[in-house]
């Protein structure tokens, strides 16, 4: 099997290069430091597994291992861990590859063998029983010409309906993803606030409220590149939600 190794100590990859090649069986084809590399290093060698650390800066990996879900080819995981032996129960109950730090040679023999495909609720449910805390992303992936582009959440100024998509206008553009505003808001509502049905907008971007030449109220976006513009209509429905997020900001 083609092999990435995902951890961000240098010290642990190279290890983890060792022991691989010891086993003699597979073929280490690239590592990485942190999520954003493992994403597109897999997307560009299409490895069979990803030996992927779960406790790392920025981009967790189990917020890379469902980025790397939505390749074309998705890998197959196996987790590198120091978990207790409470969350390694979350790892056991759902038969998922795992191996516990430090590596050793028959740990992740026995690891490989027994890896599978995860699907997103089981990430979800091994995050949940393993204690993961927040386990919002940090990043929201897009498909653009077969390959995964990751948008920082810190980046977007708003999500809109479009069609069966959701458009991400964000700092650097424009991309199209297939997650609900439903499930956007369920995600990172504290972040953002319904402005009308087809909209959630970044509170942090939120420059003004206003009204328009026909008496609308409109949101006045700060640093945002959209091709829309920098104004949002706020539905009446919202406006008190609005408001109320914005402490009783005055039109």
């Known amino acids: 099997m083609k092999i990435l190794i995902v951890d961000d100590e240098p010290p642990a990859r190279a290890r983890l290069r060792h022991l691989v090649e010891d086993v003699g069986e597979h073929e280490v084809v690239g590592d990485a430091a942190n999520g954003e590399q493992a994403i597109a290093m897999a997307s560009e060698l299409h490895p069979d597994v990803v030996l992927l650390d779960i406790r790392m800066p920025g981009m967790s990996g189990l917020e890379t291992a ?87 959440v810190e980046s977007i100024c708003y999500f809109v309906a479009d069609q069966k998509y959701t458009r991400v206008c964000h700092a650097s553009g424009e991309e199209l993803i297939d997650d609900s505003l439903k499930q956007l808001e369920d995600e990172f509502g504290t972040d953002f606030v319904r402005i009308h049905r087809g909209a959630l907008v970044a509170v942090a971007r939120i420059g003004e409220l206003c ?16 091709k829309g513009g920098d104004r949002l209509t706020v539905s009446r429905r919202h406006l008190a939600q609005v408001r109320k997020r914005l402490k009783g900001l005055p039109v």
Do not use: M, W
């Not at 009204?211 to 959209?226: H, P, Q």
């Open 66 to 152: 469902r980025h790397l879900n939505e390749l074309d080819r998705p890998p197959t995981i196996v987790f590198t861990t120091a978990y207790d032996q409470y969350a390694i129960e979350a790892f056991d109950a759902q038969a998922v590859g795992y191996v516990l730090k430090p590596v050793r040679r028959e740990r992740l023999q026995a690891a490989l063998q027994r890896a599978r495909r995860l699907s997103k609720a089981l990430i979800g449910e091994i995050s949940g029983r393993a204690g993961g805390g927040d386990d919002r992303r940090t990043h929201l992936c897009a498909r653009a010409h077969g390959a995964l582009r990751l948008i920082p």
């Open 211 to 226: 009204k328009s030449a026909d008496g609308e109220v409109e949101i006045v976006l700060r640093d945002c590149a959209a």
